[in-house]
Structures are given as C-alpha cells and as structure tokens.
C-alpha cells in the first residue's frame, strides 16, 4: 500500500550522461517535491510543483529540471550528471489549500533513489 | 533565512532509556514543524506534526513539543528499543517572501543508536 513510489530504487550512470527519476502517488495530493540528500546531510528542496505550476528554488542548479504531467506522476530530469550530484533523491507529496492559504498537512515521502555518478 | 539545527548529531542508548532529541529553528515564522524518522538507505517517514498553534503532539511512545517564541521542539521517546534506531529529522515549514511560495527546511538530524 505505499503511496509515494520512486523507481528506480538504485541508478547508477555515467558522468555527463542524462538521467530521469520518476516519483507517483495514489494520494492525490496537489504539490509534488524533490529534494536532495547528500551523505549525513539534511534534505534539500529542489523544486517543487503546486498543481501545474513549477517553483524551482533559487540555488537549484539549472542542471536539474522537473516534469508533471499528471497529478499522479513527478519526474526528475538530470541533464548532465556530474559526480557532485550523487546523492540520495528524494520525492515528497503534500495536500495544500489556495493561494497563501497552507493547510497544516504532512508531508509524505517515497523511499528515494540512490544516485550514483560514475 | 531560517535555519534549522539539531542536538545532539548522534545518541547511543541503552534499550530502554527515555531519551530526548532536540531541535531548534531560527525564525519563529513557521506554519508547523514535523518529525521524521530515517532509516539507512530509506526515505522519511513522519512521526509527528505539530501546527504552530499546538504545545506538543503524542503518538505511542513519541511525544513532540513545540515552542515556537523559543524556536525549540523536542522529540520525547520513551522506553527505547533497538528498533528505535535510526536518523531524525525535524523540519520546520515557513512562508517564503515570493508569490505562494513553499518553504519547508530541515534540520542535519541526529543519528540515534539503541543498544540491546
């Protein structure tokens, strides 16, 4: 019954070659997150989606981009992975109210995958 | 720009103990705070959310308080098993300054070990 599903579970890819995790979920929630973990680090948010719409953070690297072409389904795009972003990715989902009204859901996350850059 | 930090980085217990994790956050703006748990290799599970207008929240055996004018939240777990073992992370979730924008920050966690 998992509700936030992340494949692969494990990628491994060359330096310089592109790369796409896929996240989905059964629980309809409205927003979508990435984030990135690094060994023994805090989570860090990359972007997230509020329905269609993209919110990239400011020190997100252009190197990383992100689709949603359904409520369902988030993907992480990599287009030239270095080895500085081997790290666990990690996708989250949340329910959110309207405009600057944030409803005090929980987050929820997948399992992740584990990235890495040979 | 909020900052999250917890103490300590890492808690080796014997099974059994009560034990407290800390948490603290910079700006006192926040909409709640959530506790995770991380398991190697894993993603975040969440144990307890606490709204900004709440004191602290149980479920079993775990007990979070929050108090926001101090930017303070612990994670109370009693009578601690070896399957306690594992990362928690608190995160606080802020406004941000730009059009409805999300700010959810973590802190490093503190890697927590439960001797049998």
Redesign the interface.
């Known amino acids: 019954d998992a509700m936030v599903i992340q494949n692969p579970r494990y990628q491994v890819t060359q330096f310089g070659k592109p790369v796409t995790l896929s996240c989905s979920q059964t629980l309809n929630h409205n927003v979508m997150y990435w984030y990135q973990q690094k060994s023994s680090q805090a989570p860090k948010l990359l972007f997230h989606y509020y329905d269609k719409d993209f919110n990239n953070e400011a020190d997100t690297p252009d190197n990383f981009q992100s689709r949603r072409p359904n409520t369902s389904f988030c993907f992480l795009d990599i287009r030239s992975p270095g080895l500085g972003d081997t790290a666990m990715y990690l996708c989250a989902t949340s329910r959110d109210g309207t405009d600057n009204f944030y409803s005090n859901q929980p987050q929820h996350f997948g399992d992740g995958t584990r990235l890495s850059i040979l | 720009k909020q900052e ?1 930090t917890q103490i300590p980085a890492a808690l080796s217990v014997p099974e059994g103990e009560n034990l407290v994790l800390n948490c603290s956050f910079t700006d006192s703006a926040i ?2 705070l ?1 506790w ?1 748990r991380q398991d190697p ?6 144990l307890l ?1 606490i ?2 207008s709440q004191r602290e929240q149980t479920s079993g055996r775990l007990n979070a308080s929050l108090d926001k004018s101090s930017g303070r939240s612990t994670l109370y777990i009693a009578a601690s098993q070896p399957g306690d073992s594992a990362t928690y ?1 608190c ?1 606080v ?1 802020a ?1 941000k300054t730009d059009n ?5 920050v ?4 503190t890697r927590l070990s439960v001797l049998p």
């Open positions: 999250v909409y709640n959530q995770f290799g894993k993603g975040l599970t969440s959310l709204q900004s992370l995160a979730r406004p409805y924008g999300q700010n959810f973590f802190g490093p966690g």
